[in-house]
Antibody, heavy 112, light 112 residues
Framework: EVQVVESGGGLIQPGGSLRLSCAAS????????MTWVRQAPGKGLEWVSI???????YYADSVKGRFTISRDNSKNTLHLQMNSLRAEDTAVYYCTRWADYWGQGTLVTVSS | DIVMTQTPHSLSVTPGQPASISCKSS???????????FYWYLQRPGQSPQLLIYEVSNRFSGVPDKFSGSGSGTDFTLNISRVEAEDVGIYYCMQRIQLPITFGQGTRLEIK
């Protein structure tokens, strides 16, 4: 069964850093396109980042230069390193396998 | 960026009646290989989005046949043949032919 489970969210002060993880099962992260999508409270869906199976990475303009997507092939896990966090980064962050299978999400709250 | 515009923003449907949601993209989603990278999702209250329809008209695994998708190029439609209480939530369209991946603003479906 295909499953992705996010972790690592929490309350962080503006300017701080957080690393999200996404543990995958039922498929291999490294041979799939993997994405992060976020949803601010009461708002719609916003694509954040993608890592292709070949390793290329791309980011939304709103997070470029601050967020880094990566994967740990040995642990079949996807990560999102988030630096210089801002209040507007507050959202539920979803890990998806090329937008077909989604996790339950992890909440990131940026507030002082 | 490709803009995805959904209509209506919300709809209220009597159980057993049909429902229809439209999504228009600002650019064609038809790729040179003949595939159209257009998708429909349902986000039930308190849950993560789930894929309903991929590549315009293909139902994802486990999705009941009361859901159907149609359209081409820039105009797409999701039809629900008989609405039930479990169909309540927000429906999103999405394109992934071009980065950034973009979503419609969502259509909220409620039961009368």
């Amino acid at each position: 069964e295909v499953q992705v489970v996010e972790s690592g969210g929490g309350l962080i002060q503006p300017g701080g850093s957080l690393r999200l993880s996404c543990a995958a099962s039922g498929f291999t992260v490294s041979t799939n396109y993997m994405t992060w999508v976020r949803q601010a409270p009461g708002k719609g869906l916003e694509w954040v980042s993608i890592i292709y199976s070949g390793g290329s990475t791309y980011y939304a303009d709103s997070v470029k230069g601050r967020f880094t997507i990566s994967r740990d092939n040995s642990k079949n896990t996807l990560h999102l390193q988030m630096n210089s966090l801002r209040a507007e980064d507050t959202a539920v962050y979803y890990c998806t396998r090329w937008a077909d299978y989604w996790g339950q999400g992890t909440l990131v709250t940026v507030s002082s | 960026d490709i803009v995805m515009t959904q209509t209506p923003h919300s709809l209220s449907v009597t159980p057993g009646q049909p429902a229809s949601i439209s999504c228009k993209s600002s650019q064609s989603l038809l790729q040179s290989d003949g595939k159209t990278f257009f998708y429909w999702y349902l986000q039930r209250p308190g849950q993560s989005p789930q894929l309903l329809i991929y590549e315009v008209s293909n139902r994802f695994s486990g999705v009941p046949d009361k859901f159907s998708g149609s359209g081409s190029g820039t105009d797409f439609t999701l039809n629900i043949s008989r609405v039930e209480a479990e169909d309540v939530g927000i429906y999103y369209c999405m394109q992934r032919i071009q980065l950034p991946i973009t979503f419609g603003q969502g259509t909220r479906l409620e039961i009368k």
